[in-house]
């Protein structure tokens, strides 16, 4: 799908140079064929699906006209074929199988934006594999949503996106989902090898982002005095084997005691009331997802540790502090995590609890610390954007996107993850006509 340069002419002079720069002027760039070709893969990988989902469908009907009812012997005879054919495992046709009947059958409008390459493969595996655990009475409510993030998003970005809507749809049965979910916790001891042993607990979620944020800001805490031989997740583990083991954090270096769990925690304020209009949006946990109303309720009533974010304009919050100091004040700093959730970086999946915050426009460049020039990068990503040829613009009017321009030219706008009201004076009017 290359296309050759055109032969050189035969004339000498300015002319061949003047033939090469038209033709590259107009010749689509590497790019642009790298896209091209995996558009055409993703066609054919719906099509791959399409057909095999069609070889079952015309093996049961020719099971069924000669009297065969053992539908799984068919099945089973028809993935051996695939697999034999196309020199891959039994276990990998059985996939296409099913994959080619959940779109065929259930999902008929993902398929026709996977096979015309509006979305990846991986996204409508995800897609697929997220929607069939759903309760068919929610389905209709995703799938549309579902599939305008699969056209929009990377496939690390619609993951979270499509599992945080799937809860939301589902978010009136959350909290009689979470009390049976409840009925399951327990601690497992799972030996390993060399006198090492897992020891793993099914807990609730907010319960354990508490705990592996307590942990993990203490290993941090540990780390950063210097002289450490233990990597980071080493530390982590001998923090939570003392805290369980002594019960306490006497043990420790100054620098690490007195740490608490921080879980942030955001409730659309009409939810607090006791007679909440039906079908608000559930409250959201960060790096957890939603949780049950009452839940919530408990977490918003005073108890130490939790970031409390009211989805409401008159919050009073602290947006900026402009030119008066360079470092970003703790309210604010988390204010910016909150509000993208993740690395600004386009699909990178990196939580922002581990990011750095960047200002924008560059402090010695006159850019102020407020709300609208800060934005979190994970390390990698803060590298690229100062050395990497790339440049960072706010989407103006957007609620805190920001727009990466790649060294070739091209676009990419990466959407926070929550939106934050943007005050703005009101604009002066004359007198009356």
Request: aromatic letters at 4%; one cysteine or more; a negative charge.
């Amino acid at each position: 799908m290359f296309v050759d340069a055109p032969a050189p002419c035969d004339s000498q002079g300015s002319g061949d140079h003047d033939v090469a720069g038209a033709y590259m002027a107009f010749a689509p760039d590497t790019l642009d064929h790298l896209i091209e070709l995996a558009d055409v893969a993703t066609m054919q990988a719906a099509q791959r699906l399409i057909g095999a989902d069609l070889l079952r469908r015309e093996a049961l009907a020719d099971a069924a006209r000669l009297g065969r009812t053992l539908t799984e012997v068919v099945e089973r005879s028809v993935r051996l074929e695939i697999a034999a054919a196309l020199r891959i495992t039994e276990g990998e046709a059985g996939g296409m199988l099913a994959m080619g009947e959940a779109l065929v059958d259930r999902y008929p409008a993902v398929l026709n934006s996977f096979a015309a390459a509006r979305m990846t493969e991986r996204h409508a595996r995800a897609l697929v594999e997220a929607l069939d655990v759903v309760e068919p009475e929610f389905r209709a409510q995703v799938v549309p949503a579902a599939i305008e993030l699969a056209e929009t998003l990377p496939v690390g970005s619609f993951s979270r996106r499509l599992r945080t809507l799937i809860e939301t749809v589902r978010a009136q049965t959350l909290t009689e989902r979470h009390e049976q979910a409840l009925q399951r916790r327990r601690v497992v001891l799972q030996p390993d090898h060399d006198g090492m042993a897992w020891i793993m607990a099914l807990v609730p979620a907010v319960e354990a982002q508490a705990i592996w944020g307590r942990a993990t800001t203490m290993a941090k805490a540990i780390l950063a005095r210097g002289g450490e031989s233990r990597t980071l997740d080493q530390i982590r583990a001998d923090v939570v084997a003392d805290l369980l083991i002594e019960g306490e954090n006497a043990m420790h270096p100054a620098e690490a005691r007195g740490i608490r769990a921080t879980v942030a925690v955001t409730v659309p304020a009409l939810a607090l009331l006791d007679d909440a209009p039906s079908g608000s949006e559930p409250a959201v946990v960060e790096g957890v997802g939603p949780i049950s109303i009452e839940r919530a309720r408990e977490l918003c009533g005073g108890a130490d540790g939790w970031m409390r974010v009211l989805t409401h304009p008159e919050t009073g919050m602290v947006l900026s502090v402009g030119r008066d100091r360079y470092r970003p004040p703790p309210a604010l700093r988390r204010l910016v995590k909150w509000r993208a959730d993740r690395c600004m970086a386009p699909g990178c999946g990196i939580p922002a609890s581990r990011c750095e915050i960047d200002h924008r426009v560059a402090w010695e460049d006159g850019g102020q610390t407020c709300l609208g020039n800060l934005n979190p990068f994970c390390k990698g990503h803060h590298i690229v954007k100062h050395h990497g040829g790339w440049t960072v613009r706010d989407v103006g009017g957007s609620y805190g996107a920001v727009e990466w321009t790649s060294p070739a030219g091209r676009r990419y706008v990466v959407e926070p993850e929550r939106r934050v009201p943007v005050f703005r004076a009101p604009r002066e009017t004359g007198p009356p006509a």
